[in-house]
C-alpha cells in the first residue's frame, strides 16, 4: 500500500502514515492488530504519541428531523516517544481489544450496511493530525451469528441496519450509541407486526439482545411498539435449538405488545449471564430513548439489495470508507 496522505499540520516535508489492518477477522471483543507505517519527511521529527481512534458515523433523531455525525468510541496510544529521522521508514505494530458492544459489519462475508473507521492520529512537536483512515470489518460473535441464521431460517427478512444515538433504559449499554438491525417480519407475524428491530449488546459474561416490535395500528387502534430483552451465555452456542429460542422469543414478543395496556412498563433487573439461553430479563411498552427522541423505523420495504444469507439480504453498503466520513474530522468526537 502506499502511504495515503501528507500530514496537513505540518506541511510539506512532513512524515506520512499509513496503518495497515491484519486482514484476520474481527469480533466484538476481540483483537485489533496490524502495524502503523511510517515515512521520515525532509527532516528529523520527534514522534510524541500515535494513537488509534475507532470512529462510527451515527444518525440521531431530534424534534427538527434526522442528522448524521462521527462518533469516536474508543481511543488507543500505539507508540510514541522516539525520533523518526529524515526519510527513515519505520513500523510500528499494535494490538488492541476493541468493545465487546462494537457493532457488526458484515455476515458470512455479505454487508450489512454499517461503516466503522480506525483512523490514526500522529502528534509531531505539539502538531496533532489525523493522517489515515481505515475501514474495520467486523464479524458477529458465534451466538450474534446463531441469532441471525435462525432469523433469517424462520423467515424474517433483512430491512436495513445502522448505528442510533442514544441508549437503551436499564441495560448495560455502555457506547453512546446502539447498532439497529431492522428486519421484516416473518409470515405468521406480518399481521401483527409492521417490523421488528434488534439490538445486541455483548458483554465478556454473555449478551442481552434487545427487540422491539413496531404494532400494527387501525382506525379504532393507534400503532404502538413493545421492546423485550432476552439474556444469553457465550458458551455452548452449538448445543442450542436457536430457531426454536429465537422463534419463542418472538412470540412473546408479540404476546407482551398484545397484553401491554396502561402506563408504561419498566425494565426488570438485568438478569445474571449463566450457562443458560434465552432467559427473559423483562419488557418494556415504549420506544428506545435518545436525545430526547425515538429510534428511527426505515420508511417502505422496497429497495432491498441482492445477496441473500441464511434467508437473510444484505442492505445498501458504502464502498468507500473514506467517502463516506469526508467532512467529518471534526463532528461527534468523544
Not at 526519510?87 to 450496511?113: A, I, N, Y
Not at 455502555?174 to 455483548?202: C, D, G
Not at 423485550?228 to 455452548?236: C, D, I, Q
Request: aromatic share 6%.
Amino acid at each position: 500500500m502506499v502511504f495515503k496522505r501528507l500530514l496537513g499540520a505540518l506541511g510539506v516535508g512532513g512524515p506520512t502514515v499509513d496503518t495497515v489492518l491484519d486482514p484476520a477477522s474481527v469480533r466484538p471483543g476481540g483483537t485489533l492488530s496490524g502495524q502503523v507505517r511510517l515515512a521520515g519527511g525532509k527532516t528529523d521529527f520527534e514522534i510524541e504519541h500515535i494513537t488509534l481512534e475507532l470512529v462510527a458515523r451515527v444518525e440521531a433523531e431530534h424534534e427538527g428531523g434526522e442528522s448524521e455525525g462521527v462518533v469516536a468510541f474508543d481511543r488507543f496510544t500505539v507508540g510514541g516517544g522516539f525520533r523518526l529521522a529524515e526519510g527513515e521508514q519505520r513500523s510500528v505494530p499494535f494490538s488492541v481489544v476493541v468493545p465487546w458492544e462494537t457493532p457488526v459489519t458484515e455476515l458470512h462475508g455479505q454487508r450489512l450496511g454499517v461503516v466503522l473507521g480506525v483512523r490514526t492520529e500522529l502528534s509531531v512537536a505539539g502538531a496533532k493530525d489525523k493522517g489515515d483512515l481505515d475501514e474495520l470489518t467486523v464479524s458477529p460473535l458465534p451466538v450474534q451469528e446463531a441469532v441471525l441464521e435462525a432469523l433469517g431460517g424462520l423467515g424474517f427478512g433483512f430491512r436495513s441496519a445502522d448505528l442510533e444515538y442514544g441508549r437503551i433504559g436499564g441495560t448495560g449499554q455502555r457506547l453512546p450509541f446502539y447498532q439497529e438491525i431492522e428486519l421484516l417480519p416473518s409470515p405468521p407475524y406480518a399481521q401483527q407486526v409492521n417490523e421488528i428491530e434488534l439490538t445486541f449488546l455483548a458483554n465478556p459474561g454473555g449478551m442481552e439482545v434487545i427487540l422491539e416490535a413496531g404494532k400494527r395500528g387501525g382506525f379504532l387502534s393507534p400503532g404502538q411498539d413493545t421492546l423485550t430483552r432476552f439474556a444469553v451465555s457465550h458458551e455452548g452456542v452449538q448445543q442450542q435449538d436457536w430457531p426454536s429460542i429465537v422463534d419463542g422469543w418472538m412470540r412473546q414478543l408479540v404476546e407482551h405488545r398484545s397484553s401491554a395496556h396502561g402506563a408504561p412498563m419498566g425494565y426488570g433487573s438485568p438478569a445474571p449471564f449463566g450457562s443458560g439461553h434465552g432467559h427473559e430479563a423483562g419488557h418494556h411498552e415504549g420506544r428506545r430513548s435518545g436525545p430526547g427522541m425515538g429510534t428511527a423505523v426505515a420508511a417502505g420495504a422496497a429497495g432491498l439489495a441482492a445477496g441473500v444469507v441464511g434467508g437473510m439480504v444484505a442492505g445498501e453498503v458504502v464502498d468507500e470508507v473514506g467517502d463516506f466520513f469526508e467532512g467529518d474530522e471534526e463532528e461527534g468526537e468523544g
